[in-house]
């Protein structure tokens, strides 16, 4: 069977960017993002796709704020031909101390790293016949912090929503890959100091890439070792823990 197209959603992503520079040899790609036309920024993703062999590139305008173009955006990328590999990689961090203010800012990080990666992932689901889907959890979201607790809870919800998922997936051809990555030092965590364990965006394509070749649904912590500190997270106790950094 020919291998699919590739939707890269959020498609200026570091992490998707990687992952899609691996994974694109030879398949047609769909960049579905955020105003593509600014400083050339659709161009240059398509460039450097291209670069790494894609077949062809396209990109549509996405934003996954808008929760009912969810849909249609991902029939229009299906219109030339199947999608086997969805790359959910939109998400913000947004600002916690505003969101504590705000409540505006706070459903704004709900809407974009909650509610659109449930209604996305599950119009992938319903649509995709084959292949894989990745989806970003965080450590942030394993248990929840005074620092980042808004984006933490987003994360929480989407971990459990993928968990859920990838059992209803349990059994066809169409696996979740589930990451959980630490601090990733990029784009998101510009000017922050990087916490212990922390990777950067290629580290993070290679272990979700390889966890898709194996050809199941799974969950991937990244790096391995976060799974002991992750374990040990989960027993300190709330006194001490209140007064962790993000
Ligand atoms: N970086 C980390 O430390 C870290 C750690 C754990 C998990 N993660 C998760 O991994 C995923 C990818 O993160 P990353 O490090 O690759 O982040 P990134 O480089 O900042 O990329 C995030 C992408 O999301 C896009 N985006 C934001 N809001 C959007 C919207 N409303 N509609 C469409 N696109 C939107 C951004 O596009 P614009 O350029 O238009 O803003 C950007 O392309 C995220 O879910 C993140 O939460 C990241």
Known sequence: MSEGAILLLGATSDIGG?????????????????????????????KRLLAAGAQRVTTLDFDAADLESHRPLVERAMEEGEVTTAIVAFGILGDQELAERE???????????????????????????????????????????????????????LDAFCQGLADRLHGTDLHLITARPGFVIGSMTTGMKPAPLSVTPDVVADAVVDAAARGKSTTVWI??????????????????????PR
Request: aromatic share 8%; charged share 25%; net charge positive.
């Open 223 to 244: 790096p391995r070792s976060l799974a002991a500190l992750a374990f040990v997270m989960r027993l300190v106790p709330r006194p001490i823990w209140r007064h962790m």
């Open 103 to 157: 409540e505006q800012e706070a459903v704004r990080i709900g809407t974009v790293d909650y509610l659109a990666q449930m209604s996305m992932l599950t119009v992938l689901a319903d649509v995709m016949r084959r292949g894989e889907i990745y989806a970003f959890s965080s450590i942030a979201g394993w248990r929840a912090r005074r620092a980042n607790y808004v984006y933490g809870s987003t994360k929480a919800g």
């Open 18 to 46: 990687e992952i899609a520079e691996r994974i694109c040899a030879g398949r047609r790609v769909v960049c579905a993002m955020r105003e593509p036309e600014r400083d050339g920024r659709g161009a240059s993703v398509e």
